[in-house]
């Protein structure tokens, strides 16, 4: 494969990605059905950021948040039945189990971890010793603007944190069994080891409690955009859209087969950062994983990081040195 140049990199040249935007399907059909594809994603967006900046006290809580994102990925567990990306990606019940147990892992073990040692719990100890005073200007400025804020600064954080995954080896080791994923449906970015998962959720989210309405606000962000990235589902997304935010088209080429297209489109929510920073491909791939497509099982997912932490440590410290011979 001779790949496309995309600045200083070539993509494609291991495994098949699409590159551009004007190369990627589009949603065909009735006027209608190409309406409700391009319309869906800001019509979601638009309606939950209604919510919750109109929501009386009473139901602007976490518990209500929690309760939307379920049935969220519901509906739109209900669209990949329907409306497949790719045939190839269609969810079985043993994809669907898996995902499941991933999923019921970050609700109990890891939430139970993260209150004890995550990013709530340091943040608590900073807030004793800091003066609150000194936000007073953050909480005078519009609401939607401090939601924004909210977002995008734990999204710069998750991005320098997923890029230094693929940069730094004893990171790597923690965020690869997500790569080994071979398919995208709503609910696998729940999948990985419970190591990575703990890293990648660490953020200043906390800061923020003061402003719940805020970060409720901030947290649709993530639900109505970040959720598309692992989504079995073709849109027919707006340049706007495309243009600020990540996609599933954006994802897809991050866990392609293809080394260099899989060192792009770090980001959650905000594709710009990557933009910014000079790791955004436009495109999408359809072949996704590991080992020409190996599914990692749930197994060898737990134990990964420290099998092959073992391994390294024994290659680079563990080599007998050689005897002489009498």
Not at 241 to 268: G, I, K, P
Not at 283 to 302: F, N, Q, V
Request: proline fraction near 4%.
């Amino acid at each position: 494969m001779a790949g496309v140049r995309v600045g200083n990199r070539i993509i494609g040249a291991q495994a098949p990605v699409t590159v551009g935007w004007e190369n990627i399907p589009k949603v065909e059909g009735g006027p209608l059905k190409r309406l409700f594809f391009t319309c869906f994603q800001p019509a979601m967006l638009f309606a939950l950021i209604a919510f919750w900046f109109y929501a009386p006290n009473s139901i602007a809580k976490a518990s209500t948040a929690i309760g939307i994102g379920v049935g969220f990925k519901l509906l739109l567990l209900g669209l990949e039945w329907l409306a497949p990306r790719h045939e190839s990606w269609r969810l079985t019940w043993k994809e669907l189990a898996t995902d499941l147990f991933y999923v019921g892992l970050g609700f109990t073990v890891l939430r139970l971890v993260d209150s004890y040692i995550g990013d709530g719990a340091m943040i608590e100890a900073v807030q004793h010793v800091l003066s609150w005073d000194k936000f007073a200007w953050f909480m005078g400025l519009p609401l939607l603007l401090q939601a924004f804020l909210i977002s995008f600064v734990f999204d710069f954080g998750q991005y320098w944190m997923h890029r230094g995954m693929h940069n730094w080896y004893p990171l790597w080791v923690t965020h690869a069994p997500h790569h080994y994923i071979t398919q995208l449906n709503v609910n696998k970015g729940a999948v990985g080891n419970p190591v990575e998962l703990f890293l990648i959720g660490l953020g200043v989210g906390g800061f923020f409690d003061f402003l719940p309405r805020a970060a409720l606000l901030a947290g649709t962000f993530g639900l109505a955009v970040g959720t598309y990235q692992h989504i079995n589902v073709r849109f027919n997304s707006p340049k706007w859209w495309r243009f600020l935010f990540n996609t599933t088209e954006h994802h897809s080429v991050h866990h392609s087969q293809d080394f260099e297209a899989s060192r792009s489109n770090y980001s959650n929510t905000w594709i710009i950062i990557d933009r910014m920073f000079g790791t955004c491909v436009d495109g999408e791939a359809e072949l996704l994983g590991m080992e020409g497509g190996r599914r990692m099982s749930i197994r060898e997912t737990m134990v990964y990081p420290f099998s092959e932490s073992w391994k390294a440590i024994k290659e680079r410290f563990g080599r007998r040195v050689a005897m002489p011979a009498e």
